[in-house]
């Protein structure tokens, strides 16, 4: 299966520093990231980079769509 193509759970800690954690259906770390300077365009890239995100977990509720890769809602 193509590395884009794996079904990945997002975590997300939007904020002043954005946090971003994925992991495969299986609990395993696949990698973490934060930064101040994550722009949407930045964090959508950065996630389809590493899979195809099926799960969105965030500290917020709701999830601010802000941050979802583009074609994605809830």
């Known amino acids: 299966m193509d590395l884009k193509e794996r079904p990945i ?3 997300l ?4 520093k ?3 954690a994925l992991i495969d259906l299986n609990g395993n770390l696949i ?9 949407k365009s930045k964090i959508s890239e950065f996630i389809l980079n590493f899979g195809n995100p099926i799960i969105f977990s965030c500290d917020v509720s709701p999830l601010p ?8 809602s809830y």
């Open 31 to 39: 990698i973490t990231k934060s930064s101040k300077n994550f722009s």
């Open 18 to 20: 954005t946090g971003i």
């Open 9 to 11: 759970i997002v975590g």
């Open 65 to 72: 769509k802000k941050y979802l890769p583009r074609g994605y």
């Open 13 to 16: 800690d939007p904020g002043i």
